[in-house]
């Protein structure tokens, strides 16, 4: 069983950065595939970036994903953020996730609130 928890959110310019954090309890938490997805309003669901080092295309080159085992915390860098960028940001995770499947969120057993993250033009 795993729980998480995300923080960092908030309200920021185009151009800016935002750090996203997701504590998870369980003491096998190294075992779990983790990643970030994101909700934009009137839209499905969306990965952004998983632990195998895998990012959406519109978001490569400026959000990095990191994992710190000693924390139990996963981290979503965020850079040059976009109005496009704004969305509810999810943290996930699974078990028995192959590589070429993180994106698929059917396959995350454990998510965590969500926090909001709004970039102004």
């Known amino acids: 069983q795993v729980q998480l928890v995300e923080s960092g959110g908030g309200l920021v310019q185009a151009g800016g950065s935002l750090r996203l954090s997701c504590a998870a309890s369980g003491r096998t938490f190294s075992s779990y595939a983790m990643a970030w997805f994101r909700q934009a309003p009137g839209k499905e669901r969306e990965f952004v970036a998983g632990l195998n080092w895998s990012y959406a295309d519109a978001v490569k080159g400026r959000f990095t994903i990191s994992r710190d085992n000693a924390k139990n915390t996963v981290y979503l860098q965020m850079n040059s953020l976009k109005p496009e960028d704004t969305a509810v940001y999810y943290c996930?995770?699974?078990?028995?996730?192959?590589?070429?499947?993180?994106?698929?969120?059917?396959?995350?057993?454990?998510w965590g609130q969500g926090t909001q993250v709004t970039v102004s033009s």
């Open positions: 996930a995770a699974g078990r028995m996730i192959s590589s070429s499947d993180y994106y698929l969120s059917r396959n995350y057993g454990y």
